[in-house]
């Protein structure tokens, strides 16, 4: 289609050169046709009346001039009897006069020579009528041909005007497929760049899964350490709840022994308080004996005295025999009482006795033990202490490093982003230069130019990424360090 349009255009130019000479030839045409009407033939015309011509665009050449035919072929092309019209009337008009100037002198002769001109004039008009018939004729092929031209001029101007739509839409294909291009180009860069970052992004993943995995151990390590820790606390707790049990048992015990030792002490006083009784009591009896003796020797003495007086003597008599009676009782009871209290008081030391050997054995042994255990436990405690601040620190140091990887990520994509924007606004600096380059009649000079720019660009983008060391390699070292340091210590990477 491009190589037909561009042959179209050079015939078009080939035919608007030669539009000047075929328009200097039309003039003398004209100038016939003008002095035919002069003459008498004023009905008869070759070309269209300018009244019934229709108007032509004088932009573009006439398509039915372009033919075999030479361009003065409508000048030249008029019947041989219309030329002659003129000197056929002129030499009428002359034999008329010939004719009136010799009527005088040769009145004989007049009236063959008017018949021969009648003769003449009408044989003239039958061939001017023939003449006439066939330039109508002509005018009406003429006039079809005219419709046909403006039907043709239309159809051209048609053509143009699609000629210059597609000659819009080629210009706004290349306007795009520059843009597309670049783009295309600009992606294959970042593809590239894709592929740089994606081992590295893969590292990194391999190094976060290694690092998940590890964390995840020693999670597991604490869980165990902290699951002995509670077993460990809890019979501490059984051997702390043992002991009050114990020092309760104890508290009872010396409670026990208190009151025994109280129960001692009122034995003691109750015995000296019998003895003071017993003694006040053999004093009483020596006296009342006594008294009793004096009594019967008065009463001895006194025989003589009366009834009443005996009857008298003999109750007071039953009297005190009733309560020294009652009083040995009591003396029996109560020394009953003091040896069974005695015998209790000698069971209870013994028990007191036995009970505090065995609670001084039991605490003892407790006591070894306790201080065994609590000694193994403040050793554990202080290795767990150890082992969970390295933990705490080696945790410290990982987030400090996957911050660190995080913002170092962030500062490369702000880079990247800025350095994108950048040749964004390049390209469409060279874009625009492009254009006026383009405008101005040059060649493709630009475009390449920009193409070099934008890979120059893209090129800087990458060079961080590729001077950059891998971060896997600086995990990978600082844990081998790490191991390497606390292999001496204690094992904590056994795990």
């Known amino acids: 289609l491009q190589m037909m ?51 032509m665009s004088h932009s573009q050449p006439c398509l039915i001039a372009i033919s075999d035919k030479p361009p003065d072929y409508s000048a030249s092309h008029v019947h041989p009897s219309v030329s002659q019209f003129p000197n056929r009337v002129a030499s009428g008009f002359g034999s008329c006069e010939q004719h009136e100037g010799q009527s005088n002198g040769n009145g004989i002769q007049r009236v063959p020579n008017n018949q021969k001109l009648i003769q003449s004039l009408r044989e003239e008009n039958l061939h001017l009528k023939r003449e006439i018939e066939a330039n109508k004729k002509k005018l009406v092929k003429l006039q079809q041909m005219e419709a046909a031209y403006e039907r043709i001029e239309k159809e051209y101007e048609n053509l143009l005007r699609e000629k210059e739509r597609q000659e819009g839409v080629e210009k706004s294909a290349l306007q795009f497929s520059l843009p597309n291009a670049q783009a295309m180009e600009k992606v294959n860069q970042l593809n590239m760049l894709l592929a740089e970052i994606i081992p590295q992004n893969k590292e990194l ?187 705490n620190e080696q945790k410290v140091k990982i987030g400090e490093i996957l911050d660190g990887g995080a913002k170092d990520r962030d500062d490369d994509s702000s880079l990247g982003m800025h350095k994108m924007e950048e040749i964004r606004q390049k390209i469409q600096e060279r874009k625009r230069k492009g254009r006026m380059c383009a405008a101005g009649g040059t060649s493709s000079g630009p475009y390449e130019q920009t193409i070099l720019d934008s890979a120059a660009l893209l090129s800087e983008i990458s060079s961080p990424y590729g001077n950059r060391p891998s971060v896997s390699t600086g995990y990978h070292n600082l844990f081998n360090g790490e191991k390497r340091e606390n292999a001496d210590g204690d094992n904590v990477w056994n795990v």
């Open 5 to 55: 349009l561009e042959k179209y255009q050079s015939q078009v130019k080939l035919q608007q050169q030669r539009a000047p000479a075929s328009s200097q030839t039309k003039t003398p045409s004209r100038n016939n046709i003008n002095k035919i009407e002069n003459h008498g033939v004023a009905s008869v015309s070759i070309a269209p009346s300018p009244g019934r011509s229709h108007p």
């Open 205 to 391: 993943v391999t190094v976060k899964e290694r690092q998940r995995l590890e964390l995840e151990a020693q999670n597991a390590t604490l869980e165990e350490q902290r699951t002995h820790i509670s077993m460990l606390e809890k019979a501490l707790s059984n051997a702390q709840e043992r002991l009050a049990k114990r020092e309760k048992v104890c508290d009872e015990l010396t409670v026990a022994a208190e009151r025994a030792n109280h129960l001692q002490r009122l034995l003691h006083e109750t015995l000296l308080d019998k003895q003071a009784r017993d003694e006040t009591h053999a004093q009483e009896r020596t006296q009342w004996e006594m008294d009793m003796t004096q009594l019967k020797m008065q009463l001895n003495k006194d025989f003589s005295q009366n009834g009443s007086l005996k009857r008298m003597t003999r109750l007071g008599g039953e009297s005190n025999d009733e309560t020294i009676n009652r009083l040995k009782k009591s003396m029996y009871a109560k020394d009953e009482r003091i040896t069974q209290l005695e015998r209790t008081v000698v069971e209870l030391q013994r028990r007191l006795q036995e009970e505090s050997d065995r609670k001084k054995s039991a605490l003892g042994s407790l006591n070894e033990n306790l201080e065994t255990k609590i000694k193994q436990f403040e050793e554990d405690q202080a290795a767990k202490d150890r082992r969970i601040a390295l933990l």
